[in-house]
């Protein structure tokens, strides 16, 4: 499996890719099934395999524009940049699922925005962006899920927006503590670990102390 993730990856980043070695151009009329088993069955596969988790997301990726259906591609870059996220690759991760938002975005397309923007909204961007943003396009992405019937997506972004906010209090919480005199040394390191652990957990991403502690030098800036 490794091994065909690796062959996978060296094409991903390409513009116009050239997969004569991995797909045929007589099998186009077997891909949309394809695709959804591998969009469907993507979804489920991160509660039992990574591996196989990155490998769906990178043929949906690659499969879609080789067979010229760019709407599921999206899906993919978000996927993807989902498992950059959670190897640590946290500027590669927000990179492709910002592609993936734009590809959706430049395509008008309504029946995956849901899933797109959830999956960028909560698993990639508060990485990178401040809770916020993550929050107007989680409502985005609810009103659409209501317009295209996507009622399950409705209710994972409810859960998603539902957490996020648990995080934003978690945080400002955290950032009053620090900042207190009236706490020990002790107290604060616990509070603000367990914070971080949190944020990891429910993201399913490491803890990458490099990027947390920049984000809060930052924060530190604006108070």
């Known amino acids: 499996m490794s091994e065909e993730i690796n062959a996978l990856q060296k094409h991903v980043s390409k513009d116009l890719p050239q997969f004569p070695t991995l797909f045929e151009k007589k099998d186009s009329n077997n891909q949309s099934p394809i695709l959804r088993l591998l969009y469907v069955g993507g979804m489920a596969m991160h509660h039992t395999s990574e591996s196989l988790m990155a490998w769906a997301a990178l043929q949906l990726i690659l499969r879609s524009r080789f067979y010229e259906l760019p709407n599921v591609s999206a899906i993919g870059y978000v996927n993807y940049g989902r498992m950059q996220i959670i190897s640590g690759n ?9 592609r993936g938002v734009e590809i959706n975005a430049s395509l008008g397309d309504l029946k995956y925005r849901c899933r797109v923007l959830g999956v960028f909204a909560f698993y990639i961007q508060p990485w990178k962006r401040p809770f916020d943003e993550s929050t107007s396009l989680l409502t985005e992405g609810m009103k659409t899920g209501r317009k295209s019937g996507d009622l399950i997506g409705l209710y994972i972004l409810k859960t998603h927006l539902f957490n996020l906010h648990q995080g934003q209090l978690g945080q400002k919480s955290e950032m009053q503590l620090i ?29 990458v102390f490099n990027e947390l502690v920049s984000d809060m030098d930052s924060q530190s800036l604006n108070h």
């Open 90 to 98: 946290l500027t590669d991760g927000y990179e492709f699922g910002k």
């Open 179 to 207: 900042y207190s005199s009236k706490r020990s040394t002790g107290e604060l390191l616990a509070v603000g670990l367990s914070g971080l652990f949190l944020m990891a957990y429910r993201t399913k991403s490491p803890i």
